[in-house]
């Protein structure tokens, strides 16, 4: 699984704003009056983008094949050497993730969840930075684990998988039927929709679009060859709902809101907007959801956990929509708190009221 979105399409590009009787180039970039084409500098920026793509996507795609390749034996130890350095070089990650997983870990303590590990972490900054460490390790294993997806098969996973929801899976996965796989940045984002796979078959997916063309479709293959069926965000709207009702299942990634189309709920005790697409998706169709996750416990040693989402209540549609995006945030906080450094949206802004406070943290040392 791969991607949030919400079923609907993508509003039409704004055009850039140009000066009042200013001639605009046609598609074919040639002045409208006298036929000539756009100045050479703009030609060659556009040449040197294209180039820079071109590069950049060798280079990832190139890395991702030799990681495929790779023996099992090294790569915990590269994935942790790579995380490391990512910590001391990206100063603006680095605060991002502390203030996240600050807030994740109060609750936490205040709730008297999760481990004591985590909990103390509330309370001190040693603590807490030795977690915002291990998030970047675990945001380079997430990346070591794309690259290896092709070789994934139930032989593989069956010795190293080990799921603690056993009978929430057997429910769930035991036809082909139309459901809803509800996931998370988390972990290994890719097993739950591998472990449907193998249960129920094809899954279809939305996949968050990429700027690098080259890289998107690279990606977009990788994930093809394990099974899923990959839809852009421009497609996911009406073919996610399609899918549906053909009574076949579809998996999609759900707890950031990408699009500010998102519904507000309370979050780890803190108003944020998750998406709207896998509530608005079920109370049309009537197809359960289920939300799922898969953390690290070791060098490619894995546990699962699904949980079904409760039956929206309310009158309306719109009510219902509401009452299952606030249950989904529950299940997100059960799977968070499981392994709060494995949820990877925490490099990235979550809380408004966290991104309005002045940007003074600079943690400690652990």
Known sequence: MSGGAT???????????????????????????????AAPEVHRRGLRRRAADRVVAAFVIGGMELIRRMPDAPLWWLGNAAGNIEYWVAKRRRDEARRNLRRVVQWMAAHDVGAESYRSAATDPRDLEAIVRSAFRHHAHYYIELARAPRFDWNYLEKRLVIDTPEAVDAALSERKALLLVGLHFGTIELPGFLALQRIGQVVAPMESLRNERIQAYMKRTRGVIGVRILTIEEAGPELLAVLRRNEPIGIIADRDLTGSGLEVEFFG?????????????????????????????????????????TPGGASR????????????????????????QWLAVFHPIWPDLDRAPKTDTGEAA
């Open 318 to 341: 719109r009510e219902r929509s509401r009452s299952m995006v606030r249950e989904e945030a529950k299940l997100f906080e059960r799977v968070i708190a499981d392994a709060p450094e």
């Open 7 to 37: 079923p609907s399409t993508a509003a039409d590009p704004i055009p850039p704003a140009t000066a009042p009787n200013t001639p605009v180039p046609d598609a074919a970039g040639r002045h409208p009056v006298t036929g000539r084409h």
């Open 270 to 310: 803190g108003k944020t907007k998750i998406p709207a697409g896998p509530a608005l998706l079920a109370t049309e169709t009537g197809a359960p959801a289920y939300v799922s996750g898969v953390r690290r416990v070791g060098p490619g040693r894995y546990r699962g956990v699904l949980y079904p989402v409760p």
